[in-house]
């Protein structure tokens, strides 16, 4: 069994900056893509980073200059940097794998729990 948890989610003041973490564990052979969701209140949930195994990365455009996606491959851990934030980034933000079990197994999408981000002063 996979499992992701998710950390760092809070209360923060317009400008302020939060840091998300997402670890897998269990039953991981390998992990390809892996990424940032969110939820707000009444709406769709959407991307909001993600990044190849590679090192590469997309963002949505709200997002771009201001949220960082990374990952660590060593600890299947991927990280979301958020600065400068804004009220309509508030959502539950979820993250997201494509993971291999074993050498013979298909990819599977994993989902976290999700970790609540309110953006308000």
């Known amino acids: 069994q996979v499992q992701l948890v998710e950390s760092g989610g809070g209360l923060v003041q317009p400008g302020g900056s939060l840091r998300l973490s997402c670890a897998a564990s269990?039953?991981?052979?390998?992990?390809?893509?892996m990424g940032w969701y969110r939820q707000a209140p009444g709406k769709e949930r959407e991307l909001v980073a993600g990044i190849s195994r590679d090192g590469i990365t997309n963002y949505v455009d709200s997002v771009k200059g201001r949220f960082a996606i990374s990952r660590s491959n060593a600890k299947n851990t991927v990280y979301l940097e958020m600065n400068s934030l804004k009220p309509e980034d508030t959502a539950v933000y979820y993250c997201?794998?494509?993971?291999?079990?074993?050498?013979?197994?298909?990819?599977?999408?994993?989902w976290g729990q999700g970790t609540q981000v309110t953006v308000s002063s």
């Open positions: 269990g039953s991981i052979f390998s992990i390809n893509t």
């Open positions: 997201n794998a494509r993971i291999r079990s074993t050498p013979a197994a298909p990819y599977d999408y994993y």
